[in-house]
């Protein structure tokens, strides 16, 4: 048993290695090669950044840019090396308990039209992803990872990615369970809404003035999201404002919508920022241990 799972894991990260390669030399056909999509997502919003900036004092290489890149590709490529191996074990293990997808679908989305899928699929995941952001604000363990986040002190698009690796593994549990709520069903077109989340999600954190008008009641957009990011919350959400990940209905939903004005000025990071490393080594060890200093 051993053996096998030890073979299964190795196997693995050779398969995920063997993966990010040929998306790097073009191997996977444009459309669906998640590096060169990453890379080409990155320099178009941030081209629109530099083109229309909403705060224009803000450098172009902002503070921490770099830092920033590093994580865009390690979060995407070199975590998910790591990673797969692990979660291939695990599944392994649970079919052979005999615990398969299908035990507790509620609906089977493979019957329905490919459009409805994958907004089933995008509406269940969004929500899921929502519920753990707000768990990673409240409980104190999983928020000392997701401070890692928090400390940006100048937002630009690749903010989006610098989060802590532990994130990656305390998102999959929900999203694990909504797919198999959803009878283990992946869309077979599922790349397309994983491009859209990145494109939204580095739109997010960028340096542009959007808010998309009344649509902002539902779509996430950089001027409610740079309120999450706020130094100062308000008394009454003190957990934290604008959890959305790619929608922002949910926090409109359940009432923790936050956007008092759109100059973009304030200050960000979070009370204790100034005990966060500054160096992604250091930043990767962040949250195992509780830091004496409040
Ligand atoms: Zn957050």
């Known amino acids: 048993m051993l053996i096998e799972l030890l073979d299964i894991f190795i196997n693995n990260i050779i398969g995920t290695a063997k993966w990010v390669l040929s998306n790097i ?10 590096f060169w999509g990453l890379t080409l997502i990155s320099l178009i919003v941030w081209s629109a950044e530099l083109c229309f900036p909403w705060r224009k004092q803000q450098a172009a ?3 921490d840019f770099w830092l920033d890149a590093v994580y865009m590709y390690f979060n995407f490529f070199i975590f998910s090396i790591m990673i797969s191996g692990i979660y291939t074990v695990i599944t392994h293990m649970f079919y052979s308990y005999d ?44 928020w000392r990872f997701h ?3 928090h400390s ?3 937002m ?14 305390l998102y999959k549990p929900l999203k694990t369970i909504g797919v198999m709520l959803l009878g283990g069903f992946e869309p077979e077109q599922a790349f397309i809404i994983h491009f859209f989340t990145i494109v939204i999600g580095h739109i997010n954190h960028s340096n542009l003035r959007l808010d998309y008008g009344p649509l902002r009641y539902i779509l996430n957009n ?6 999450h990011h706020a130094y100062t919350l308000p008394k009454e959400h003190r957990y934290g404002v604008n959890f959305g990940i790619t929608l922002s209905v949910w926090d409109y939903l359940f009432k923790s919508a936050y956007v008092p004005e759109k100059s973009g000025q ?26 004496s200093k409040k």
């Open 25 to 34: 030399v073009f191997d996977v056909p444009f459309s669906q090669n998640y």
């Open 61 to 63: 290489f902002r503070h």
């Open 99 to 142: 615990v398969t997808m299908q035990a507790i679908s509620i609906i089977d989305i493979a019957e329905f039209n490919p459009v409805a899928q994958l907004l089933i699929f995008f509406f269940v995941l969004d929500f899921l992803q929502w519920v753990t952001h707000k768990t990673l604000h409240k409980v104190p363990l999983f």
């Open 147 to 149: 401070q890692v986040h």
């Open 152 to 154: 940006i002190k100048e």
């Open 156 to 169: 630009g698009f690749a903010g989006h990615l610098r989060y802590h690796w532990m994130e990656n593994i």
């Open 222 to 227: 950089p001027v409610m999201h740079l309120y």
């Open 266 to 291: 304030i200050k960000l990071g979070y009370v204790g920022d100034n005990n966060m490393p500054t160096s992604f080594g250091k930043q990767l060890v962040h949250g195992f241990f509780k830091c």
